[in-house]
């Protein structure tokens, strides 16, 4: 269930049926999972270059992932660790 990005109403519609151990449970899911982003998108927040991201990856400044296809994702984490001073906002998808 994908709830980002929803009103209240559309939340509460949503759940309407759940019982509370399933709400538990979709709240311990929406709680622990941590957004990633890709090189280019902390590039474009923060007005870099995506080269110059990726040379952070590259010295081990900014902790990254590489995906089964070979992208690298950066978490949410690694950014703050790096930067204190970022604040990078989710878009409604």
Known sequence: ???????REQIAAAVRDKTHSELVDLLYEHVTLEPHFKAQEIADRRRMSKST???LVKRGVLR???TCDTQL???????REWDAETALTLSPQ
Do not use: W
């Open 53 to 55: 991201i990726l040379d």
């Open 73 to 79: 994702r950066i978490p949410l984490s690694a950014v």
């Open 64 to 66: 990254a992932h590489k």
């Open 1 to 7: 269930m994908n709830l980002v990005g929803k009103t």
